[in-house]
Structure formats: C-alpha cells, structure tokens
C-alpha cells in the first residue's frame, strides 16, 4: 500500500516485557472478521487490555500514564510468534505504533509490519534489557543512518536494504514486482513449455 | 548452473523457482505454482487489486476454500447452512463476489470438495513434490509434507501472488531435525512433533525451513507427515518438509487433479531426484530419538511448553533465567495448573478433535478405535469436526461417525471450527479443553479457555476419563 515514508522517528517507549508474545495476542481472531484495514487499533491486545466486561484494565502496560502517545513498543523476545495475520501489524499501526523493537522478531509477522510501514528494529539482548526496563524512555530512530539512540547510547540496526528503501521512499514492494513482468513470462515460458 | 554439487531438498526446489536471484540490494524473484485463498487473510488483497487496476496474473494457479469462519453445525443434506454471524457472513459472500470477478475456482460450503484449506489441496493431488505453495496462513508449512516448499504469507503478499504470481523472498537456512528410531504403540505424529518442538523451542527454527530425515519419519503415512510439517511453524520455522518416496507417489496417484499418464511418468522421474544429496550440508542439525518418545501433551500456553504425558506440571521455581521463569509462572496461572502436579487426571471440560493438525480420516480412525463401543465422561463436551467434506464422507462410509454419535460426541460439519473460534465454536472462560489443533496461546480457543494439545488418541481417552488421560492404558 502507498504511505507515507518513513525517514525518522522521535518517540517515548511503551513496555510489553513479555516474550513470544504471539499474534493471538496481539489481535484475537474474533476481531478478523472484517473485510477491511482499518478499525483494528481498539481490538488491539483486547484479551490483556480490557477485562471480562469490556472496561480498560489500569494495570495494563499501554494503559498507564508514561505509555500515553507512545508510536514505538518495546516487547519481549520473539515477538509476533505464530499466525500469519497482517490484521497484526494493520492493529498496531491503527492504534499509533511506527515501530517495534526487539532482540528477535518471527519471520511472518517482521515481513508483514516492513510491507505496512512498521519499523521492526532488532536490538543486541543488551540494549532491549535496558529498554525493556526504562517504559516512557524517549528513542530516536534514524533509518537513512539505521541508528537508533536514547539517553547518551547509540547503537546501529539491521533492516533489509530492499525493505529499507521501500520505506524511505514510501512506495510498495509490488511495484518493484509488477516490473519485473518480462522476467517472469520468460521463466513460465522456459518451465511451462 | 553448477549443478554437480550437492544441494539440500529445499535447494533444489528454491533454485527452480527462481525468476531472478537474490543480490545485496533485492530479494530474490520466487515463482508460486499453487496459491492457495481463503476468506479471512484474502478480502483485502482483492481490494488493493481493484483498485490498483490489476489482474489475477494466472487465476489458473490459485484455489479458494472457506474454512476459517465457517460454522460446523451439523445439518440434513441438501439443506443450506445456516450463518448467524453477519461479519462472517459478509466475509464468505466477499470471497465468492472476488472469485467470481477475477476467476478464481472457489469450493464454496455447497462444494463436496469443501473443507480446511491445508486438508482440499492435498485430497486434490494439487500439492506436488518440488512445488511452491503459499497461503495467507501460517500453517501453509503442512504441504510440506509431500517435498514442497510451502510457507505462510501475510495478505499484501496474497495480492502480490495473485498479480505476479511471485513474491519477493530472503532465502532462508536450513534446519535438518533428524528422528531415526520406531515410535512405540500408542506414540503419534502429533506426539514427535510436540517432541521437536519442546527441543528446539518456540522460536528455534526462526528464519530456517525445517527437512525431516531419519527412519522415524521414513516409516510415518502422509497423513501422520502432514501433521508433523504442520506444527513446523510453531517452532518458528518458516516452512518443514520431507523428500518426497513411494509413500508419496502411492499417496498422490489417483488424486483428481494430479498428473496422469505419461505426464504422471515424467513428473515421476523429477520427483525421485528430489532429496538432499549426499555430501550436501544443513546449517544445523538436531537429532531425535523416536523409539524413546513418549505420548505428549502441552500445559502452558505456546506449544513448546509440552511433557510426556506421565510427567508433572514443571515448577517454575527451577528455572533460572529470571524472564523464562516469568513466563512459565504467568502461563500456569493462566491454566490453573500448580507446579508438581501430575498431567493425568486433570480435568477436562471439552474435548476437541480436528483442525488441519489432526483432522484427516486416520486422525478419525485413531479417535473412534478408543472411543468404540465407550462413552465420553458425563459433562464432557466432545467435537468430532473432519477436515473436509471428503473426510466425512469417507468417516461415514466407515461408520466413524456412528461410533462416535454412540459415545456421545457430537458429529460436525468441516472446517477450522475451534481451533481458531471465530466461527461460534469456542471455549468459555475458565475452561479447560484437550485439542489436537496446533496452538494453546492464550485465548485461541475463546477468551479466558485453556488448551492442552495432544494427539487424537489422548485426546479420545481424555473425553472417555473427563481428565487428562493416557492412550496406551485403553489401547493395552
């Protein structure tokens, strides 16, 4: 989808230490029977965020005070584990996060968060210990330097150049795809004969 | 192309699938052969077509099903089924209004080839050896099991598919998970994989895809392979497979929509080229010993958190990763499980067997041999749901589905039912259910239910004792 590009962010942390936090979590697949994009920032983490009535729980990490406007999360290792569903990042942008850190991140859901516009930015497990511990601390993360720096440290990230580029440019990886037409009918002509 | 060395299965179908290589700065260009569509990851990506102005590139290659949100409430033949959820509802006429516009075969709930996705393409013969698969669903990793590389996809690359028939992929390492050994009566599939998954942990196969070796795996049916490449993502691994054999041939022959005649030879001769070559190296290894495995089941909530079913609830208290021991602790007080507690005998409230894990005729055949002739435990619920319409039919041609009415379980229509509980089967807060599905995260089967995952077999004998129970002591 086209979008805005993404060059630098400047943001305080929201805190969801916990690890393997799986994409059931992050978005219940009773809220995926939608046909659409949007709306999903609400349904987001439902199962921790509201209790058996449906009220907001204080306790719960994005609901305290210094989590308030926060577009990057801090969360756990091994984050998005599990379904394949882009109803995950969709939820997570809707709600107002531009990039999650980690120190790993599955496989489905880092491709899905690059092709949206969420940053998924890997971290050395030194470095998450620190944010994991420090909620409301104010990040900056450059994507033209892959650098991202708080209070007086600065470390580097790695994204995919391919990925990287899409997002600084703000355009989508299908056109990339798309342009690649005559390399693909010559590959159906020779394996399809 | 230096074709003389020797390379991995999965190299040698990723090399043939190569529109273009990968360099530094792009992925590589990989073609799709099978496409697999259904109603709740597709809707999206047929809007950002239409209004892309683009076209299915090679509808030809692509197959839609409903399963996730479609409801499994028994119904008289010939009777139309009834869908009470509107949001759902809306979602099926979606996948058939898009079908319809880009051309797309679509098995519909009035088709005899309805059913779980990752259950039709294979009962077709669509799923071949040395083919690419995607489906917007993780568990896609199940066709692996015919030597296929096949993987989940989100939706923007389900519209990526449909429009070029290619995705822009990272070419990923490779994971040999090696079982050699016999698996002793009452000891499954779902049991080994349980198995590899508590070795190499919930995220151990990240950025891998997974090749199954050893005698253990030689000696499973397809049916039992399947559900071990199923689960391939519940270590993380973006795909499981397994050099395809005359287990596969014998499976495939015959299939409606698998090569015949002389096509059938040809592809023959391909296939038996299509294992990793003596001398080929993996990045990593992991052996197992099946003889030595244990039937399993889970007790926390990711599936790596699984014991042989004889064991105890583990403690937290000895963990000594202070977030591991965290995590352990969060998750038995989510399952109301206290460390030291014995597995067996804690009680269930509903017993739920299907999914594209476990919910193939011999997932059936395993469950009605324990259940025959007995009754689940008073109070227990029990949900017989087969994985297609093809699976029910022939359950029913067997008479599983009267053994299984007569034990007191109920008999449902096909589809994704409570495994994912978006289609009004579901858990209630608090309760406890044995699955044989893939995923015990919190929440999964409803809000507020707990999941042990276990094999048909345990699930079975759980239904029968009303608690977690062991297979071996009905089947001796």
């Known amino acids: 989808m086209i979008r805005t590009p993404f060059r630098r962010l400047d943001s305080r942390t929201a805190v969801l230490a916990r690890p393997d936090i799986d994409t059931d979590q992050i978005i219940p697949a009773r809220f995926l029977k939608g046909t ?32 308030r406007g926060a577009q990057v999360l801090v969360a756990g290792p091994n984050f998005g584990c599990g379904s394949s569903r882009e109803h995950a990042p969709w939820a997570l942008l809707d709600y107002g996060f531009r990039a999650v850190i980690s120190s790993s991140i599955a496989d489905i859901f880092r491709a899905n968060a690059l092709k949206n516009g969420l940053l998924p930015v890997l971290v050395d497990p030194s470095t998450h210990e620190v944010l994991l511990g420090s909620p409301g601390t104010r990040v900056r993360i450059d994507l033209e330097a892959c650098t991202l720096s708080f209070d007086d440290a600065r470390v580097s990230f790695e994204v995919d150049p391919f990925a990287r580029r899409c997002l600084l440019d703000g355009v989508d990886e299908l056109g990339f795809l798309l342009a690649q037409e005559s390399a693909i009918a010559a590959y159906e002509a020779k394996e399809h004969a | 192309m230096a074709q003389s060395e020797p390379r991995t299965l999965f190299a040698k179908i990723w090399d043939a699938h190569l529109v273009s290589p990968e360099t530094a700065e792009t992925p590589a260009v990989l073609y799709v052969d099978l496409h697999l569509v259904h109603e709740v990851t597709s809707p999206q990506a047929f809007t950002h077509l239409r209004e892309a102005g683009l076209r299915v590139r090679r509808p030809e290659r692509a197959l839609a099903t409903m399963d996730h949100s479609t409801p499994t409430t028994p119904r008289k033949a010939g009777m139309p089924l009834l869908i009470e959820d509107r949001e759902c509802a809306a979602q099926l006429s979606a996948l058939e209004a898009n079908c319809a516009e880009f051309g797309i075969e679509l098995h519909g709930l009035e088709s005899d080839r309805q059913g779980i996705v990752h259950v039709i393409g294979p009962e077709l013969g669509l799923t071949l050896p040395g083919s690419t698969v995607v489906c917007g669903d993780s568990h896609t990793s199940t066709h692996g099991a015919f030597g296929a590389f096949a993987f989940g996809i989100g ?27 016999r698996l002793r009566p009452g000891v499954s599939a779902k049991d080994l994989i349980l198995a590899v998954i508590a070795r190499i942990g919930i995220a151990g196969g990240t950025g891998h895809v997974i090749e199954y070796t050893g005698s253990a795996l030689r000696a499973l049916s397809m049916e039992e392979r399947m559900t071990v490449c199923n689960m391939s993502i519940e270590a993380g691994a973006r795909a499981g497979m397994i050099a395809p054999d005359d287990t596969t041939f014998q499976y495939l022959a015959e299939r409606p929509r698998a090569p015949k005649g002389a096509a059938w030879d040809r592809s023959l001769l391909a296939w ?6 003596a001398g080929a190296g993996y990045d990593r290894t992991v052996e197992i010993d099946g003889s030595a495995l244990e039937p399993r089941i889970t007790f926390g909530t990711n599936p790596s958190m699984s014991a042989p079913i004889r064991g105890e609830v583990p403690d937290p208290g000895s963990v000594t990763d202070a977030a591991d021991r965290a995590a352990l602790d969060r998750a038995l007080r989510y399952m109301g499980l206290r460390p030291g507690q014995p597995l067996l005998g804690h009680p269930v ?98 809000a507020g239910g707990r999941t042990f995952l276990a094999s048909p077999l345990t699930a079975a004998a759980s239904a029968l004792a009303g608690a977690i129970a062991d297979p071996r002591e009905i089947l001796r």
């Open chain 2, 272 to 277: 038996r080229a299509l294992r990793t070559d």
């Open chain 1, 36 to 67: 659409t994009r949007t709306g999903l920032g609400k349904h987001l983490f439902a199962g921790w965020r509201y209790d058996e009535s449906g009220r907001p729980r204080a306790d719960f990490p994005l609901s305290r005070p210094e989590s």
């Open chain 2, 155 to 181: 939706t923007s690359e389900v519209a990526h598919v449909l429009a070029t028939q290619c995705l822009l992929q990272r070419r990923p390492r490779t994971l040999q998970v090696r079982v050699d050994g």
């Open chain 2, 349 to 446: 409230d509903v017993v739920f067997i299907g999914s594209c894990t476990n919910s193939r005729i011999e997932d059936l055949r395993a469950a009605a041999s324990v259940l025959r002739g007995r009754k689940v435990a008073s109070g227990v619920r029990t949900l017989v749901v087969p994985g297609s319409r093809q699976v029910k039919r022939a359950a029913e041609a067997e008479g599983l589905d009267l053994i299984f009415r007569e034990a007191g379980a109920e008999w449902r229509e096909p589809g994704c039912s409570m495994c994912i509980a978006m289609n009004g089967d579901q858990l209630r807060p608090g309760q406890s259910a044995v699955s044989t599905s893939n995923r015990n995260f919190e929440g999964r089967q409803g």
